[in-house]
T-cell receptor
């Protein structure tokens, strides 16, 4: 039972355009969400987070949107750069726990 | 951000032997550390949660006698893969969290285990 889903395994975007990565979850107890970026053979790197009390969080080129009613979050990268090419994972945790459930990842390729 | 290291980064061992992987939080005290496993082109699967000074909590389907976890101090957790078999070959990643009120987890660079 995949509680956190990233339905797009890959995405290609032209440099300078917007990249939108999507994530859906099923557990209504999830209240904190993270996005991680991962290069091959490396550990994930934290990008941005959002708490369920917010619907948007912005950090530089990265913005995360949370739609609690739809149990959906998205990561927007504007403008996209070739260095953004990596696998992006969303992760969710439930109230009162640091335990995260990861999505399956979306491989982003930014074309120069 | 906080730094988490793992050692070794890459290890090859023979079937039937045991391998120990270390995870260290270098600049903060980690009350909780997590061990993940990642198969090629798949998500990170949480194996276990370890709290300093207590027994690890294993996820369903993870053999606790095969994957021994020790969290002896606030900066060190170890994962020992006992009697390794080729199917244990994978990328193992640790993370440390629970720093203050932050829900962030800081990940180590991972350890590539190959069992021949």
């Amino acid at each position: 039972d995949q509680q956190v889903k990233q339905n797009s395994p890959s995405l290609s975007v032209q440099e300078g355009r917007i990249s939108i990565l999507n994530c859906d979850y099923t557990n209504s107890m999830f209240d904190y969400f993270l996005w991680y970026k991962k290069y091959p053979a490396e550990g994930p790197t934290f990008l941005i987070s959002i708490s369920s009390i917010k619907d948007k969080n912005e950090d530089g080129r990265f913005t995360v949107f949370l739609n609690k009613s739809a149990k959906h979050l998205s990561l927007h990268i504007v403008p996209s750069q070739p260095g953004d090419s990596a696998v992006y994972f969303c992760a969710a945790s439930a109230v009162g726990t640091y335990k995260y459930i990861f999505g399956t990842g979306t491989r982003l390729k930014v074309l120069a | 951000g906080a730094v988490v290291s793992q050692h070794p980064s890459w290890v090859i061992c023979k079937s039937g032997t045991s391998v120990k992987i270390e995870c260290r939080s270098l600049d903060f005290q980690a009350t909780t550390m997590f061990w993940y496993r990642q198969f090629p082109k798949q998500s990170l699967m949480l194996m276990a949660t370890s709290n300093e000074g207590s027994k690890a909590t294993y996820e369903q389907g993870v053999e606790k006698d095969k994957f021994l976890i020790n969290h002896a101090s606030l900066t060190l957790s170890t994962l020992t893969v006992t009697s390794a078999h080729p199917e244990d070959s994978s990328f193992y990643i640790c993370s440390a969290g629970g720093q203050g009120s932050s829900y962030e987890q800081y990940f180590g660079p991972g350890t590539r285990l190959t069992v021949t």
